[in-house]
């Protein structure tokens, strides 16, 4: 039996190096998606703490697994060619099943409580279409991201309702992502702002975020909307100061002037015309 | 008999490959790739490339692209570009192709061209009223976007409007997709099905160097 | 033995035309199915012409769809599935207790194979043959899909035919896999361990089976029709704005999901009402207990799928709107119900795993299964709770967010029951002197892989992180860790443990093992890429991707490739030494107790000369009692 | 080993579920169906519910005929009674001249629901590509409960067949298991009646 109280030793150690180490080097390690926005940070602070309780059991486990299938390898002492004959145990199968249910349960009131504090969104957001005033800090800056077959387009109701083809945002400013679609099921994706919401046609998806970092990001499409799904990226999303934004937006209205006067006024969704079976 | 298992194993792979193969060459017909008629005439020390290609309602018996779509609208002679990096793009299209009008009205702009600016039929033109759109010829990476005017309905047969302009494609060689957004596929759901999702058809690749 | 003689009735000499016609089924059903498709296509492009898709050079979605329709019948009509029920119709004889020898393939030499039997363990065999045919085509779509990604631009396909194999990877991996364990060893040996001598409806039980080819070429069928661009999720309204490729799919699943209905209703009806006598439910083998939560699921799951596939067909031949918004539908509700079945679907492909695993593994342990009751407790929680989690697929969709927090609390309740199957496996390895047989070490790499595959559905699960991981990458290497590397390791496992009794031959070498620890090391080297592929911003079905993921596409692609030839290379092994060498295997080889191994091999045609009598679990390795009282005839049992 | 097991059970030729088998299964085909049924209605309440653009029940789009929709209650009905004297007949197991006419009135009964059905569908007179998705989903409605009235009227043809030309006389089970079947359906297709032509 001493072979085996040692075995047991070894393994409980090395679990115990192993999941302290792995943690450990998990607090330090970078979590994606960054820290570019209030939602991304507490989505990645979410998955490492997800990581953290989950690296340990799942360590644990897996060293439970080495133990019982390897130390008999170890220690084959003759009394135990085919152990006692065990055929249940109901205290072990009760602690096993109520710890596993505070972990989940304790893991789910987590995501309940992260999900209440930060709405994060991705609703059906219910006030009206009217245009909103240029945001400020204390009212969200809201972006209208227009998905068709294939490319985004983005409109700023704040700024006149002018259309562009590229996402410019300010930095710093708490920004109303309304999401909707053209045709069919696309889905946004700003990767570094840890903002995904489907685009459905006839439904306005709302998600919030506050990019805190400026810089040169991707948004691609993350549903399988059709033969240019693959292509439907753009790597020139930038976030910029509020100064360069205001430039920049300025700009855009002059591009923008031509087409204004067909532009239809603003809306939380658009009724994908013309007619429902093509023309 | 070892050795005679790996025979196996080879077969098997051999055998694979030999389907993957054939399967990939039914799946993956490339459409005829035309490459730009160069010009000895330069802009900003850009050589100035020549194109020219016809949209119509349908392509005809000729068909490309996946299979013998007769009654597909499209472009021809077909979809697959081929420029020289860094060249200036002159691009002539005969516009031979009915009014549908633009789902988003926004591409009705001109856009990434130079200046951004078309000419149709020698009228320089900075934006088209959307619903008079036919097809638009689109690079979305490139953020090259042009509206092309389509035929009145009351216009006499083979009518034609003539779209020029030029646009400058990168110096690094690259592939680019670019596809019409005008929901011009009659019969499909939101007119975005068959031709606007066949390469050959309203959707091909702008292969840069 | 008069048991003997009144169970196998004498074979007349001169068969009757019905049997010589079913001696050609397969041909007949060949020539059944394209007369079918014809008439079908002729009639369809005549019935409906304002279908939209119309495509005047392939014909219109109406006239595909019923031709595919006619085809499906043609086909079972060839095989001789309207024999039997026409003759009821018209209040002919029941068969003759010959008849029903004949098509239990009494007598019937290899030919049996090929042709329409009701002897479950000949559709076991036809199952498993048919599974693995189509799998290795699924894998071959794999293996274009990685090499296509080793580039982040389009290489060796384009968009279009990236597309379509993406769509016919997946859609016919879900096929098969819904059937994988089930199929072969449910429907051969559930009978056994329940000791009788047939399934409830033995001609609904060949229907199933014999529902797979068609469905299977239908769908691959698409090819040739352009394709279908939407994955095996076939969202609307893109399913709407699909072409004819997209009528494969439709038609593919709705004869899956027929398959997988029936199958279910057939099992639970011979698993609840033909067990032997001395065999309560506390006594069932587990795998039958895992198969019958299954049936359950399947049966009452599928109808679901049939709902959304007929609402589907309905809009693609009279342009209903159910799922185009500007016609009154929506896209959501496409999405629930066909998540309403593909939750379910998941534990579809699982619990018969888990059921098999906890099944060979008191054998390599030489022990007891430990804790029996709450393991089978265990499955069916996770049956019973994989009916209200579907909207965890749902989560940036937009739809009800107030709900979000009841399907994540639901979602991660599954790793509850989940749980309690490891624990059992642990329990039952618990100071064993484990037999590292084969099997066994596809069962080590199976508790390996689908830990990984629980411990990232649980970042899946959580809703702040599911805003990341969604639809990524990560969701596909989850998957693939808990269907691939759980249900195809166990359904290896299952093939190399159950072979001997099957085919009365082994392919259980050396070589075996190299193939084993290849295929656990290249399956992990590719979905740990991809899993990192996901975090770091990869969405699903892209042809296209950042260029800084390149490196890792590059290792997951070599090492998919890799994964690839030692698939292959299991393949390879099971044809050679079980087809061309027929290394013959002892007659219990793992020394088991269960009663499916203390029939004789070959199983005789109505596997016992007497219905055992049960008297407890097959698991007492600590006493080498069987099982089972066989009788008189009762076979020495060999190594206890 | 000794004929008799340790369970005290004499050792059996095969385990025939028989009777119990069929009506069995033929319950789990109704709990099968409905999930069917739960599917139809849910979409049925989520169009309804949803109403884009307008377009559940847009103006000109009828009711199916009421007194149509009745009639087609009433056949299922009548066969739904003729059935119930047809098991309990068999159950006292009667002569069998009584039994073949209740089961030629159960069949004719039945017939005439489908017709009726068929003629009922006709006279919706929708053009389901502009009727908007209450039409659809009432046609995708009434089609399910046409082709299951098919169904189980096909059985009940077959059992009256066999009984007819004395090849397979009609067992209890059997009789059983049919009224069950016609009686779920019954009831489903009321309830589908109440739904289309009430919840517009």
């Excluded at chain 1, 691609?220 to 100061?241: F, I, K, P, Y």
């Excluded at chain 3, 207790?97 to 363990?121: C, P, Q, S, V």
């Excluded at chain 3, 089976?209 to 095996?232: N, Q, R, Y």
Aim: glycine letters at 10%; charged letters at 10%; a neutral charge.
């Amino acid at each position: 039996m001493r072979n085996r109280s040692t075995a047991i030793r070894i393994v409980v150690i090395a679990w115990i190096v192993a999941a302290v180490g792995g943690d450990v080097a998990l607090a330090f390690g970078p979590i994606p998606p960054g820290q570019a926005s209030d939602l991304a940070s507490s989505e990645s602070l979410t998955i490492l703490l997800l990581a953290e309780i989950a690296w340990p059991v799942f360590s644990a486990v897996l060293a439970a697994l080495f133990f019982t299938i390897v130390v008999n390898r170890l220690a084959p002492s003759s009394e135990e060619v085919s152990g006692a004959a065990l055929r249940g145990n109901t205290r072990v199968q009760t602690i096993w099943i109520v710890t596993t249910l505070v972990v989940v349960l304790s893991l789910a009131v987590y995501g309940t409580v992260a999900l209440a504090v930060d709405q994060p969104g991705d609703g059906i957001s219910t006030d009206s279409a009217a245009l909103p005033m240029p945001g400020s800090a204390s009212q969200p800056l809201e972006v209208q991201v227009i998905a068709q077959q294939w490319w985004f387009t983005y409109r700023y109701p704040s700024y006149g309702g002018v259309e562009t083809a590229q996402l410019v945002l300010p930095v710093n400013q708490k920004i109303e992502f309304h999401v909707t679609s053209l045709d069919v099921i696309h889905s946004f994706w700003f990767y570094a702002l840890g903002v995904k919401a489907d685009a459905v046609p006839l439904n306005d998806n709302v998600v919030t975020a506050t990019p805190t970092q400026t810089g040169t990001y991707r948004v691609q499409c993350s549903e399988l909307c059709g033969l240019w799904h693959g292509n439907m990226s753009d790597d020139t999303a930038r976030v910029v100061s509020s100064s360069d934004f205001t430039t920049w937006i300025q700009q855009q209205q002059t591009l923008d002037a031509p087409i204004m006067k067909y532009l239809p006024p603003y809306s939380h969704t658009y009724e994908p015309s013309p007619t429902v079976y093509g023309s | 008999m070892r050795s005679r298992i790996w025979y196996l194993v080879a077969g098997v792979v051999v055998a694979g490959v030999a389907v993957g193969f054939f399967v990939t060459q039914y799946l993956n017909p490339v459409p005829p790739q035309i490459a730009a008629t160069t010009t000895s005439t330069t802009v900003q020390g850009r050589p100035v490339v020549d194109f020219s290609l016809t949209t119509v309602a349908a392509v005809g018996t000729a068909g490309q692209g996946n299979g013998q779509h007769t009654n597909w609208v499209g472009y021809l002679p077909t979809t697959y570009l081929k420029v020289p990096a860094g060249a200036m793009v002159h691009m002539t299209i005969d516009q031979q192709d009915g009014q549908t009008g633009l789902r988003n009205e926004y591409l009705g702009l001109v856009r990434g061209t130079v200046n951004n600016q078309m000419t149709v039929d020698g009228k320089v033109m900075s934006a088209l009223d959307p619903s008079l759109a036919a097809h638009t010829f689109t690079i979305p990476d490139l953020g090259v976007s042009v509206p092309l005017e389509g035929v009145a309905d009351n216009a006499p047969a083979n009518a034609q409007i003539v779209v020029e302009f030029n646009f400058v494609v990168p110096d690094k060689p690259g592939l680019y997709r670019w596809q019409c957004f005008v929901p011009c596929a009659a019969g499909t759901l939101y007119g975005n099905g068959g031709p606007m999702q066949s390469l050959g058809y309203m959707a091909g690749e702008l292969q840069v160097g | 033995m008069d048991a003997v003689t009144t169970a196998r009735p004498p074979m007349s000499t001169r068969p009757t035309l019905a049997r010589r016609l079913n001696e050609w089924g397969l041909l007949l059903a060949v020539i059944g199915a394209v007369i079918g498709f014809l008439i079908g296509y002729f009639i369809g492009n005549l019935a409906i012409a304002n279908s939209f898709n119309e495509d005047n050079s392939l014909g219109s979605d109406p006239g595909i769809l019923l031709g595919f329709a006619l085809s499906a019948l043609g086909f079972l009509a060839g095989m001789g599935f309207l024999n039997y029920p026409i003759g009821r119709l018209l209040g002919a004889k029941r068969p003759s207790e010959e008849d029903n020898a004949y098509m239990h393939g009494e007598g019937g030499g290899l030919g049996r194979y090929f042709r329409m039997t009701t002897d479950h363990k000949v559709i076991g065999l036809q199952y498993l043959v048919m599974i693995l045919a189509f799998l290795f085509i699924g894998g071959l779509g794999a293996m274009f899909i990685r090499t296509e990604l080793l580039t982040p631009t389009p290489s060796v396909a384009n968009a279009q035919s990236y597309l379509t194999l993406v769509g016919l990877h997946s859609t016919l991996m879900i096929f098969m896999a819904s059937a994988a364990i089930i199929g072969p060893f449910g429907n051969y040996f559930v009978p056994i361990m329940i000791g009788t001598r047939n399934m409830a409806f033995p001609r609904l039980e060949a229907l199933t089976f014999w529902l797979l080819p068609p469905a299977g070429l239908i769908l691959l069928s698409t090819v040739f029709l352009g394709g279908f661009t939407t994955g095996w999720t076939g969202y609307a309204p893109l399913a709407d704005q699909n072409m004819l490729g997209m009528d494969s799919y439709l038609m593919g699943f709705a004869l899956i999901g027929l398959s997988i209905g029936l199958s279910g209703l057939n099992m639970i009806a011979t698993i609840l009402t033909k067990r032997a006598p001395g065999m309560p439910l506390s006594r069932m083998p587990i795998f039958v207990w895992s198969v019958l939560v299954t049936s359950f699921l399947g049966a009452l799951a599928s109808p679901a799928l049939i709902a959304a596939v007929l609402m589907e067909l309905f809009s693609r031949t009279y342009q209903t709107t159910f799922f185009v918004p500007a016609g009154g539908g929506s896209p959501y509700l496409w999405e629930n119900l066909f998540w309403f079945f593909g939750h379910p679907e998941v534990y579809i492909f699982i619990l018969p795993a888990f059921g098999l695993v906890m099944e060979m593994l008191p054998v390599f342990t030489r022990r007891p299964l430990w804790g029996y009751r709450v393991g089978v407790g265990g499955m069916v929680g996770v049956g019973l709770l994989s009916f209200v989690v579907w909207q965890h697929h749902l989560f940036v969709s937009g739809l009800a967010p107030s709900l979000r927090p009841f399907y994540m609390f639901s979602t991660e309740m599954i790793s509850v029951p989940t749980g309690i199957i490891y624990l059992v496996s642990l329990g039952t390895l618990w100071r064993a002197r484990t037999r590292f047989s084969v099997p066994m070490l596809f069962m080590c790499a199976f508790f390996f892989n689908f830990l990984i595959g629980g411990f990232t559905g649980v970042f899946l699960s959580d809703v702040p992180s599911d805003f990341t991981l969604h639809a990524s990458y990560f969701v596909q290497a989850h998957f693939h860790y808990t269907i691939m590397g759980g249900e195809v390791f166990a359904l290896m496992a299952a093939i190399v443990y159950y072979l001997p009794k099957m085919t009365g031959r082994t392919m259980d070498t050396k070589l075996l093992r190299f193939q084993f620890w290849a295929v656990f090391v290249t399956f992990n080297g590719t979905f740990v890429s991809l899993l990192a592929v996901g975090i770091l911003g990869m969405p699903r079905r892209v042809i296209s991707y950042a260029a800084y993921l390149q490196p890792l596409n590059i290792s997951a692609s070599v090492f998919a490739l890799a994964l690839g030839l030692s698939m292959a290379l299991f393949l390879g092994i099971l044809i050679w030494e079980v087809v061309i060498k027929q290394r013959v295997a002892a007659a219990n080889p793992w020394e088991s107790l269960g009663v499916e191994w203390q029939v004789p091999t070959p199983v005789p045609t109505f596997n016992f000369d007497r219905v055992p009598v049960s008297w407890s679990l097959p698991y007492d390795y600590d006493t080498g009692r069987p099982a089972a009282d066989f009788g008189p005839a009762v076979p020495a049992l060999s190594g206890a | 080993m000794s004929d008799v097991s340790p369970t005290g059970l004499t050792a059996v030729d095969d385990v025939e579920g028989g009777g119990h088998t069929l009506v069995f299964s033929s319950r789990l085909v109704m709990a099968a169906n409905t999930s069917l049924q739960l599917s139809l209605l849910f979409a049925f309440l989520y169009l309804r519910a949803n109403n884009f653009g307008a377009m559940w029940h847009p103006s000109g789009v009828g009711t199916p005929p009421q007194v149509l929709a009745l009639v087609s209650l009433a056949f299922p009905l009548i066969a739904l009674v003729a059935l119930w004297a047809v098991r309990s007949a068999v159950s006292k197991s009667r002569e069998s001249g009584a039994l073949s006419g209740l089961l030629g009135l159960a069949l004719l009964a039945a017939i005439l629901t489908g017709a009726v059905r068929i003629l009922l569908m006709y006279q919706f007179n929708w053009t389901l590509d502009s009727a908007g998705t209450y039409a659809d989903i009432a046609t995708l409605w009434y089609a399910v409960m046409l082709a299951e009235f098919i169904g189980v009227g096909l059985w009940l043809l077959s059992l009256t067949m066999g009984h007819v030309r004395g090849t397979d006389r009609l067992s209890t089970s059997h009789a059983r298991a049919i009224l069950e079947q016609w009686t779920y359906i019954t009831g489903v297709s009321i309830a589908v009646y109440l739904l289309v032509q009430y919840v517009t």
